[in-house]
């Protein structure tokens, strides 16, 4: 069984997606970021790799999918409450973010979302599992 997982990512520039993660509180593992690829650690088993599209590409056939144009995946990451829900999208949206759909208030589950600087869809939920119907 897998015991960490990458998400990899296009990115057309990579120092801005840096700056822009980075003001959200994620850091980089330095060993695997260089001019092409940046290794964002999201947990001890969860990573993003932020690939610049040409080198994205040099890891499959098909066309980039324009994320800024259609939705090629959905990432969602936990949060201990609903005010992280909250801030880490307020964050988000001062570092150059689009929200792209208001709060969800399931009672058992709070989300939000919001579009990175590449379009690639990001949410942030909150999950209340004394909450969970039925």
Known sequence: MATKVFINLPVKNLDRSKVFFEGLGFHFNPQFTD???????????IYAMLLMEPYFQTFTKKTISDAQKSTEVLITLDAVSKEEVSNMVAKAKELGAVIYREPQDHGWMYQHSFADLDG?????????ASQLPG
């Open 35 to 45: 001019a092409n690829a940046a290794c964002m650690v999201i947990s001890d088993t």
């Open 120 to 128: 690639h869809q990001w949410e942030f939920a909150y999950l209340d």
